[in-house]
């Protein structure tokens, strides 16, 4: 049985602006939940790209779904798929690369393989994923669901959810919660400019985090 919900809505404009300036890591130093299992990976190092999570539970080796979503997706979305445990099929290949593409998505995030490196890479889409895999799912037209709540990498992700991703992972943030979360990362990311620049001055680390202070205050004396 396929569930197909409604699209959900976008992420403003200015808010994906705004959380595409921060890094994840940053983000780290401030939560520590909403990320998703770290061996969900990049394949393009260097991308960073943030949208809204369009998403998608496909079981086992069925990607009909995935193919039907192709139609739908809009500028600006990222496709979060479950695979609901299957690390065998990739179910994301250079066909579907090509077809988001051109429909204007963002990513895509897996929690599983994917297909076709060389065809990701040429078409510069960005893929989160487990790794590669040459065995690939089939258009069996069994069942899945689009835009319901899925869990990957031991993330719950909403369908309308805020997503931003790089070299150091995935977060998902309520978007309610994501103006402000990325307000304080821009934060942290300004000061730690200025952190660097009192180094190459000649200040030392520890003078500056108080860690020097930290450990010297409770040293044990012979």
């Given amino acids: 049985m396929f569930?197909?919900?409604p699209m959900p809505e976008q992420i403003a404009p200015g808010l994906v602006a705004e959380l595409e300036k921060c890094e994840v890591a940053t983000i780290g130093h401030v939560l520590h939940s909403g990320f998703?299992?770290?061996?969900?990976?990049?394949?393009?190092?260097?991308?960073?790209?943030?949208?809204?999570?369009?998403?998608?539970?496909?079981?086992?080796a069925d990607s009909t779904l995935l193919h039907y979503l192709t139609a739908h997706v809009r500028p600006g979305d990222i496709v979060v798929i479950e695979r609901c445990g299957d690390e065998r099929h990739a179910c994301w290949g250079g066909v579907i690369t090509n077809a988001m593409k051109l429909a204007g998505v963002k990513a895509g995030v897996i929690d599983g393989p994917a297909?076709?490196?060389s065809e990701i890479r040429r078409v510069e889409m960005p893929m989160w994923c487990r790794g590669p895999?040459?065995?690939?799912t089939k258009l069996l037209g069994l069942e899945g669901a689009i835009n319901v709540p899925v869990?990957?990498?031991?993330q719950t992700v909403s369908p309308g959810?805020?997503?931003l991703c790089d070299e150091s992972g995935v977060v998902v943030l309520a978007p309610a919660d994501a103006p402000t979360?990325?307000?304080?990362?821009?934060?942290?990311?300004?000061?730690?400019?200025?952190?660097?620049?009192?180094l190459a001055a000649g200040e030392k680390l520890p003078d500056i985090s108080g860690a020097r202070a930290m450990v010297e205050g409770k040293l044990q004396t012979a």
Avoid: C, K, W, Y
Avoid at 36 to 60: S, Y
Avoid at 181 to 198: K, S, Y
């Fill in 36 to 60: 998703v299992d770290p061996e969900i990976r990049a394949v393009l190092p260097n991308a960073r790209v943030a949208g809204t999570a369009v998403t998608l539970r496909i079981p086992h």
């Fill in 3 to 5: 569930i197909v919900r």
């Fill in 151 to 154: 869990n990957v990498g031991g």
């Fill in 161 to 163: 959810d805020a997503v």
């Fill in 133 to 136: 895999s040459p065995i690939t």
């Fill in 181 to 198: 979360i990325a307000a304080r990362a821009i934060a942290m990311q300004e000061a730690e400019l200025e952190l660097l620049a009192r």
């Fill in 115 to 117: 297909t076709d490196f």
